[in-house]
């Protein structure tokens, strides 16, 4: 079980989980919105992308989070974390300065932004109490790159990632690494390929690294949240995530 190093104030459980749904259904819209401002659909980007980039896309991807699991946590002791907003602009700024150059630069830039969003994860461990230098909340932090992604619309997928666990262990977390990192390059391999469009590669890049920073902390919000109102109100992991499920589902009903 993660540990609690700070209990913050005990939460209400109905009016928490309706928090988190909206939370979880207003994830990702941005993302969308600024492909289709590009004028490209979201399954035709990874074809702009040469095959050589292509075909080292996933192992360049489980690469930089392997490396992103070491930077981000060192980074902590020297930067502390920082509100959302402010995180959502220094994100946008390297995109921008990864779209700069197009597939290059952008290349370039991948590690650094997977850091980046792997630090923005551990500090909203932080915030809901959850000490982000264990082994097990760091095991967490990986697994929210496990959602569907902004680009997806499989709820199924992206709330059973909450629910996914493994025995803790250095091998462990290399094999989620591993299995998640396939999912997370298709979401980067695009925003490789909006990057390299001729002129609006900055202006892509910026947007979409704005658009993820947003998706991913409000997926880690999601995530860790649930993981403490489990602990507060002593119920199983998984009867939360069913609950949250219930919630989102009643929130798509209200729309109708």
Not at 112 to 136: C, K, M, P, Q
Not at 202 to 211: Q, T
Request: net charge negative; charged share 20%; hydrophobic share 45%.
């Amino acid at each position: 079980m993660n540990q609690i190093i700070v209990v913050p104030d005990p939460l209400n459980p109905e009016d928490e989980l309706e928090r988190l749904a909206r939370r979880y259904k207003a994830a990702g819209g941005m993302g969308i919105q600024v492909l289709n401002t590009l004028g490209t659909q979201a399954d035709g980007l990874l074809n702009r992308l040469p095959v050589a980039v292509q075909d080292q896309l996933t192992e360049a991807t489980r690469a930089a989070l392997t490396q992103a699991l070491g930077a981000a946590s060192r980074s902590r002791g020297v930067v502390p974390d920082q509100a959302e907003w402010l995180n959502a602009t220094v994100s946008a700024a390297m995109g921008a300065a990864g779209g700069f150059g197009g597939l290059p630069t952008a290349l370039a830039e991948l590690p650094v932004t997977t850091t980046l969003l792997l630090r923005v994860i551990e500090g909203v461990a932080e915030e809901y109490g959850f000490d982000a230098s264990t082994a097990s909340v760091r095991f967490d932090c990986i697994q929210v790159f496990a959602a569907a992604g902004p680009l997806e619309h499989d709820d199924g997928s992206d709330i059973a990632f909450l629910s996914a666990r493994m025995a803790l262990s250095g091998a462990a977390m290399q094999a989620m690494i591993t299995r998640i990192a396939p999912r997370l390059a298709v979401v980067l391999g695009q925003k490789l390929a909006a990057q390299t469009v001729p002129v609006l590669g900055a202006a892509a890049g910026a947007a979409i690294n704005f658009s993820y920073t947003k998706y991913y902390t409000d997926m880690a919000h999601v995530h860790f949240g649930l993981r403490r109102l489990s602990v507060e109100a002593d119920q199983p992991h998984e009867a939360m995530v069913e609950r949250l499920r219930t919630q989102v589902l009643a929130l798509k009903a209200q729309q109708k």
